[in-house]
């Protein structure tokens, strides 16, 4: 297993356009969180799930954003009519439920101009 | 109000000084972690706590839960221990802090 994988490393949109990202978490980890980080600032937290089940939601996710993981392994998040305002790095997130370990993806670098 | 605030937001080091970045937080937590995030955004775990004192290489962590406070440690920095450390607090998703930006010269 190598780790907590994100795809695309980097995207590059034009405003008002639809983007998916992926998120493959570490095999077994039930749990999987998605962050969004802007410059300069930690992570803030859009959504978790355990297994398929979405668990709870950041009110900074939209309606514009919607996040699934429908076989409780990857999960893809979904940014539709983008805005410049969505630039930054979405990070992705698996662990154990519990107080384990949390292993970070390399997260996806988005900008949109 | 953020659940998590670290402490000095920029921090600069001659080589081989020692180095404490501070955490604390306001929420019930069932554990505490020390991130590393260099250029380029990827996240490493450095250290996961739930009580007492771990060491790693040149890096010590702490944690008080009484006091909600935690501290990491760097001994004899050296210039590859520049990164951003962020320091995070787990409930049942994670809140983060904002980061300590730390320059280490040479």
């Known amino acids: 297993d190598t780790g907590v994988s994100q795809d695309p490393r980097h995207k590059i949109t034009k405003r008002g356009q639809n983007v998916t990202f992926r998120c493959d978490p570490i095999?077994?980890?039930?749990?999987l969180y998605w962050y969004r980080q802007t410059l300069g600032q930690g992570p803030e937290f859009l959504t978790y799930?355990?297994?398929?089940?979405?668990?709870?939601k950041s009110r900074l996710l939209s309606d514009r954003f919607s996040a699934e993981r429908p076989k409780g392994s990857f999960s893809t998040l979904e940014i539709q009519r983008t805005e410049q305002g969505d630039s930054a790095m979405y990070l992705c997130?698996?662990?154990?439920?519990?107080?384990?370990?949390?292993?970070f993806g390399q997260g996806t670098r988005l900008t949109v101009v | 109000k953020n659940e998590v605030e670290q402490s000095p937001q920029n921090l600069t080091a001659q080589e081989g000084e020692f180095i404490t970045i501070n955490c604390s937080y306001s929420?019930?937590?069932?554990?505490l972690h020390w991130l590393q995030q260099h250029p380029g955004g990827g996240i490493v775990s450095l250290f996961m706590?739930?009580?007492g004192k771990k060491k790693h290489g040149r890096l010590i962590a702490t944690i008080n839960i009484q006091e909600k406070h935690s501290s990491l440690h760097i001994t004899a920095s050296h210039p590859r221990d520049s990164a951003v450390y962020i320091c995070?607090?787990?409930?049942?998703?994670?809140?983060f802090g904002t980061g300590t930006s730390l320059t280490v010269i040479p």
């Open positions: 997130a698996s662990s154990f439920t519990g107080a384990t370990e949390a292993f």
């Open positions: 095999s077994e980890h039930n749990r």
């Open positions: 799930f355990q297994n398929e089940a979405q668990l709870e």
């Open positions: 929420v019930g937590i069932s554990a």
């Open positions: 706590l739930s009580s």
């Open positions: 995070a607090v787990r409930v049942n998703q994670f809140y």
